[in-house]
């Protein structure tokens, strides 16, 4: 007789209240959701419109210590001369945080960016057991512009990244789960009488 529980007054009020309480624990629902892709949107890092100047070397890594031969490109450089030079670090970060100083500038190749910005050059490097760095200027006084390629020894040498997603990855989940809080502790019973 379920017709007849809905059609007394008595009864109707109960089924009135579930129905507003679970369209409320929605609306909750939806509005964690929408703050967590809000956050998650605010806080991952931008992408560059600009060109970021990429170089690559082939081969990409060797397979032990010793001197080799490699074709160096790359994209998105001051159009004129760059300067090629071996670097005693084995990582991006140590290249950015060492800059010339970590370079042996005596040791000069010279390269040429076309005016679409991309190069090519061949060039002979001694790679030690850790692996090392070749650094590439521009612009005026090679120093305008800056970049290079790291060569492994065994295996290619990565740039470090994914942190910064890895971050706001961990923060839109604190979001998330701060809004699953607020939707379960928001609950409230309803009382048949």
């Known amino acids: 007789m379920a017709h007849d529980k809905l059609s007394c007054g ?13 369209m409320k624990k929605i609306k909750l629902l939806v509005s964690a959701f929408a703050v967590a892709l809000v956050a998650m949107l605010a806080l991952a890092p931008a992408a560059q419109a600009q060109d970021v100047p ?5 081969p990409a890594f060797v397979e032990a210590a010793g001197e080799y031969e490699f074709t160096i490109t790359g994209s998105g450089w001051i159009a004129g001369a760059l300067a090629l030079v071996p670097c005693n670090v084995n990582s991006y970060e140590a290249l950015a945080a060492g800059g010339a100083e970590a370079c042996d500038t005596a040791s000069l190749t010279i390269a040429s960016a076309g005016a679409d910005g991309t190069f090519s050059v061949t060039a ?5 057991e850790g692996g090392m760095c070749i650094g590439i200027g521009g612009g005026a006084g090679f120093t305008e512009q800056g970049g290079g390629y790291c060569v492994g020894v065994g295996a290619p040498i990565l740039p470090n990244s994914g942190s910064e997603s890895a ?3 961990i923060i839109g989940a604190a979001v998330l789960a701060g809004g699953a809080m607020i939707v379960l502790s928001t609950r409230r019973r309803s009382f048949v009488s």
């Open 54 to 58: 990429l170089a690559q070397a082939d």
């Open 167 to 169: 971050m706001v990855a």
């Open 124 to 128: 002979t490097f001694t790679v030690p």
């Open 10 to 22: 008595k009864n109707v009020l109960p089924y009135m209240m579930r129905g507003k309480f679970f």
